[in-house]
């Protein structure tokens, strides 16, 4: 076959197909790629024998793909194959909609044909293979077992760029290509994480607006990626916009992110290091977790991706087990990409929103994933509520590190303070009596600000501009002195919730923020349990 040939599938098709599997479901809307592949697959040396590929749909029956066919039912083509004398490689469009869809029950007569090929093709003298390629399904109980799913990866680069190739080859007379050899690659990498249809159409839309194809077309056609990215509703591409300059504090955890920034490169496997795999970070509400992950964008230079766990187990998409495999597979399609997942314990702990079952099965998904993914996908994720997650979560080696953010220590109060008022504070306009962003008056806000949580700090900022603001001058230390006094926050409110968390993490995560900014506090909690701010929790390492 020519590039187009999803080679990782093909692998995989090749080792299934030698064990003898007997039924392959491939999940997907490109029967096209799951035939090519297939055909590629029958003459693999891999194979002891090589196989014929025939294809099935309700108005062809059974027909070498390509060609046409009489109209026949289902179970009289899986009866049919049973009996085909040669080996063979069977692709099944349509039968999903026999085996339980959209709400209708699977029927019994084929249910059981599909059971009877399973073992047939199994144990059978002549080899066959039943692939079965659907959109979406939800398996019936009865063939869960006979069946195994196959993901069919987004198309590669070089898939990508046969499309690229077909289309400007039959444009050629008609339009402008001015493409260097690295634009042309952008375009590529611009058009991946999409299907080979979408990345046609996205093609010939960025040729059609101007009947010409070149760099400026990279935006048009990256922009495409990112509606469809939308559309699938559980992954979103977060711009980057904030840098680590405006994460006050955490130095511990942004250094061990720095360090770590650039592995996906080839350069890195001169240092034989294997690529990272993600961080967890949890701690208590209001800290900057959510803050760094955005962050991180801007500080490795790579596309940011959302993971929305609520709405992969919503049912408003499919089902949670696929749409949990789409979204890792549009992650891979992009890498070198950042995965966030936020709030991870709303989709995976034991309150999270799946039922048990199916939560534990896309989990697994999810850990597998993590383990085996091949594309350089870094994986960040939050929580608050750690202790509800799944203990093989935070088993050593999932996760490359756990770190713990608590309530900023006073070295990184100054520093929140400082980056949300000069976020505000424009100087040239200030009089005597206006606030000033000086060590002292940092300082001063810092020791007024003990046990506030960075957005609570933020908070305080914002109210004290309104009060200056809604008398048209510049801000002055009174209006913050009022917006603090006028919070009563979290860790007084919670505080054995953090003492909790706090205790949790002793043990379990490391301190985000460094060693040197907490000096003035306890690392342990025993002895100072009674003031939830002469102590900090998390594990002292520096990195
Ligand atoms: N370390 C920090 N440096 C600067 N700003 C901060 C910091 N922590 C919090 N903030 C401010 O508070 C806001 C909320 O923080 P963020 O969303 O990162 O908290 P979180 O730890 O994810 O909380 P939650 O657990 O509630 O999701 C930020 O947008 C920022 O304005
Ligand atoms: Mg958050």
Same mark, same amino acid.
């Given at each position: 076959?020519?590039?187009?040939?999803?080679?990782?599938?093909?692998?995989?098709?090749?080792?299934?197909?030698?064990?003898?599997?007997?039924?392959?479901?491939?999940? %997907?809307?490109?029967?096209?790629?799951?035939?090519?592949?297939?055909?590629?697959?029958? #003459?693999?040396?891999?194979?002891?024998?090589?196989?014929?590929?025939?294809?099935? %749909?309700?108005?062809?029956?059974?027909?070498?793909?390509?060609?046409?066919?009489?109209?026949?039912?289902?179970?009289?083509?899986?009866?049919?194959?049973?009996? @085909?004398?040669?080996?063979?490689?069977?692709?099944?469009?349509?039968?999903?909609?026999?085996?339980?869809?959209?709400?209708?029950?699977?029927?019994?007569?084929?249910?059981?044909?599909?059971?009877?090929?399973?073992?047939?093709?199994?144990?059978?003298? #002549?080899?066959?293979?039943?692939?079965?390629?659907?959109?979406?399904?939800?398996?019936?109980?009865?063939?869960?077992?006979?069946?195994?799913?196959?993901?069919?990866?987004?198309?590669?680069?070089? /898939?990508?760029?046969?499309?690229?190739?077909?289309?400007?080859?039959? !444009?050629?007379?008609?339009?402008?290509?001015?493409?260097?050899?690295?634009?042309?690659?952008?375009?590529?990498?611009? @058009?991946?994480?999409?299907?080979?249809?979408?990345?046609?159409?996205?093609?010939?839309?960025?040729?059609?607006?101007?009947?010409?194809?070149?760099?400026?077309?990279?935006?048009?056609?990256?922009?495409? =990626?990112?509606?469809?990215?939308?559309?699938?509703?559980?992954?979103?591409?977060?711009?980057?916009?904030?840098?680590?300059?405006?994460?006050?504090?955490?130095?511990?955890?942004? =250094?061990?992110?720095?360090?770590?920034?650039?592995?996906?490169?080839?350069?890195?496997? *001169?240092?034989?290091?294997?690529?990272?795999?993600?961080?967890?970070?949890?701690?208590?509400?209001?800290?900057?977790?959510?803050?760094?992950?955005?962050?991180?964008?801007?500080?490795?230079?790579?596309?940011?991706?959302?993971?929305?766990?609520?709405?992969?187990?919503?049912?408003? #998409?499919?089902?949670?087990?696929?749409?949990?495999?789409?979204?890792?597979?549009? @992650?891979?399609?992009?890498?070198?990409?950042?995965?966030?997942?936020?709030?991870?314990?709303?989709?995976?702990?034991?309150?999270?929103?799946?039922?048990?079952?199916?939560?534990?099965?896309?989990?697994?998904?999810?850990?597998?994933?993590?383990?085996?993914?091949? !594309?350089?996908?870094?994986?960040? @994720?939050?929580?608050?509520?750690?202790?509800?997650?799944?203990?093989?979560?935070?088993?050593?080696? *999932?996760?490359?590190?756990?770190?713990?953010?608590?309530?900023?220590?006073? /070295?990184?109060?100054?520093?929140?303070?400082?980056?949300?008022?000069?976020?505000?504070?424009?100087?040239?306009?200030?009089?005597?009596?206006?606030?000033?962003?000086?060590?002292?008056?940092?300082?001063?806000?810092?020791?007024? %600000?003990?046990?506030?949580?960075?957005?609570?700090?933020?908070?305080?900022?914002?109210?004290?501009?309104?009060?200056?603001?809604?008398?048209?001058?510049?801000? !002055?230390?009174?209006?913050?002195?009022?917006?603090?006094? !006028?919070?009563?926050?979290?860790?007084?409110?919670?505080?054995?919730?953090? =003492?909790?968390?706090?205790?949790?993490?002793?043990?379990?995560? #490391?301190?985000?923020?460094?060693?040197?900014?907490? /000096?003035?506090?306890?690392?342990?909690?025993?002895?100072?349990?009674?003031?939830?701010?002469?102590? *900090?929790?998390?594990?002292?390492?520096?990195?």
């Amino acid at each position: 076959m020519n590039a187009r040939t999803p080679l990782i599938f093909g692998t995989t098709l090749v080792e299934l197909i030698r064990a003898r599997h007997p039924i392959l479901l491939v999940e %997907t809307h490109e029967g096209n790629r799951v035939i090519a592949a297939a055909e590629a697959v029958a #003459v693999s040396p891999d194979l002891r024998r090589p196989r014929k590929v025939v294809a099935y %749909t309700v108005s062809k029956g059974l027909h070498s793909p390509g060609q046409s066919g009489k109209p026949t039912s289902p179970d009289t083509a899986l009866n049919e194959a049973i009996k @085909a004398p040669e080996p063979t490689i069977f692709v099944f469009f349509d039968l999903h909609h026999f085996l339980g869809s959209q709400g209708r029950p699977a029927e019994p007569t084929m249910v059981r044909a599909v059971q009877d090929a399973a073992l047939a093709f199994r144990t059978g003298e #002549v080899p066959h293979t039943l692939i079965i390629v659907s959109p979406g399904m939800t398996l019936p109980t009865d063939l869960e077992k006979e069946v195994t799913v196959v993901d069919l990866p987004l198309p590669t680069a070089g /898939e990508i760029e046969g499309v690229l190739d077909e289309i400007v080859g039959a !444009n050629a007379a008609s339009i402008v290509v001015d493409l260097s050899a690295d634009d042309r690659q952008r375009l590529i990498q611009a @058009a991946q994480g999409l299907t080979l249809g979408e990345a046609e159409n996205a093609f010939a839309r960025a040729i059609a607006s101007d009947r010409r194809l070149d760099a400026s077309d990279i935006a048009l056609v990256l922009d495409e =990626k990112r509606q469809t990215i939308r559309k699938s509703g559980l992954l979103e591409f977060i711009p980057a916009e904030g840098t680590m300059n405006d994460v006050g504090g955490l130095e511990n955890l942004k =250094k061990w992110l720095n360090k770590r920034n650039g592995s996906w490169l080839p350069e890195a496997q *001169r240092w034989s290091i294997p690529a990272p795999k993600g961080v967890l970070i949890t701690g208590v509400p209001g800290c900057g977790k959510s803050l760094t992950a955005t962050c991180m964008a801007t500080l490795w230079g790579l596309p940011l991706l959302r993971l929305d766990v609520g709405r992969v187990f919503s049912g408003l #998409v499919g089902s949670s087990e696929q749409n949990m495999r789409g979204a890792l597979k549009l @992650a891979e399609a992009v890498s070198p990409s950042i995965l966030w997942i936020d709030e991870i314990e709303k989709g995976f702990g034991s309150s999270g929103s799946g039922d048990s079952g199916t939560s534990q099965r896309v989990f697994g998904t999810f850990l597998t994933w993590m383990q085996e993914k091949k !594309n350089p996908v870094f994986v960040i @994720a939050t929580a608050n509520k750690i202790d509800s997650l799944p203990p093989e979560f935070l088993r050593k080696g *999932r996760f490359d590190e756990i770190f713990f953010v608590d309530l900023p220590t006073k /070295e990184e109060r100054v520093h929140i303070w400082r980056i949300q008022l000069e976020k505000r504070l424009t100087t040239d306009s200030a009089a005597s009596g206006d606030f000033e962003t000086t060590e002292g008056s940092l300082e001063l806000l810092a020791e007024l %600000t003990e046990g506030f949580s960075g957005a609570e700090i933020a908070e305080a900022a914002v109210s004290a501009c309104f009060e200056a603001f809604s008398e048209r001058r510049m801000l !002055n230390e009174k209006d913050l002195r009022r917006a603090i006094s !006028n919070t009563v926050p979290l860790s007084v409110t919670q505080a054995e919730q953090i =003492k909790g968390i706090r205790d949790w993490a002793s043990t379990r995560a #490391v301190a985000a923020t460094s060693i040197s900014a907490r /000096e003035e506090y306890s690392t342990t909690g025993a002895e100072a349990s009674t003031d939830v701010n002469s102590w *900090r929790g998390g594990r002292q390492i520096d990195f």
